[in-house]
Nanobody, 119 residues
Framework: QVQFVESGGGLVQPGGSLTLSCAASGFTFSRYAMTWYRQAPGKERELVAAISSSTGGRITYSDSVKGRFTISRDNAKNTVYLQMNSLKFEDTAVYYC???????????WGQGTQVTVSS
């Protein structure tokens, strides 16, 4: 059974930082690219950052987060991370992870983790 458990969200002021974690299970983690998505109220889910499988040598970011967010993975812990710096109001959303590079591999999603950027 594929499972994603996101954590690390919270309330942060503009310019602040957060690190999100996503623990994955139910599949061979190291063989899959992993992606972070986010969904803001009233908007569709969008891709934020993706990292290729195994050593994670290929990474991509959406234009809106490029230069501020960093995706990484720890295959020993079956976990993917998202370091978020210089947070903006528009980063407020629920953040999710899934396997895959350009689209979700699995139809099941975790509960997500809420990130709220507010002064």
């Amino acid at each position: 059974q594929v499972q994603f458990v996101e954590s690390g969200g919270g309330l942060v002021q503009p310019g602040g930082s957060l690190t999100l974690s996503c623990a994955a299970s139910g599949f061979t983690f190291s063989r899959y690219a992993m992606t972070w998505y986010r969904q803001a109220p009233g908007k569709e889910r969008e891709l934020v950052a993706a990292i290729s499988s195994s050593t994670g040598g290929r990474i991509t970011y959406s234009d809106s987060v490029k230069g501020r967010f960093t995706i990484s993975r720890d295959n020993a812990k079956n976990t993917v991370y998202l370091q978020m710096n210089s947070l903006k109001f528009e980063d407020t959303a629920v953040y999710y992870c899934n396997a895959g590079y350009s689209g979700p591999v699995y139809s099941s999603w975790g509960q997500g983790t809420q990130v709220t950027v507010s002064s």
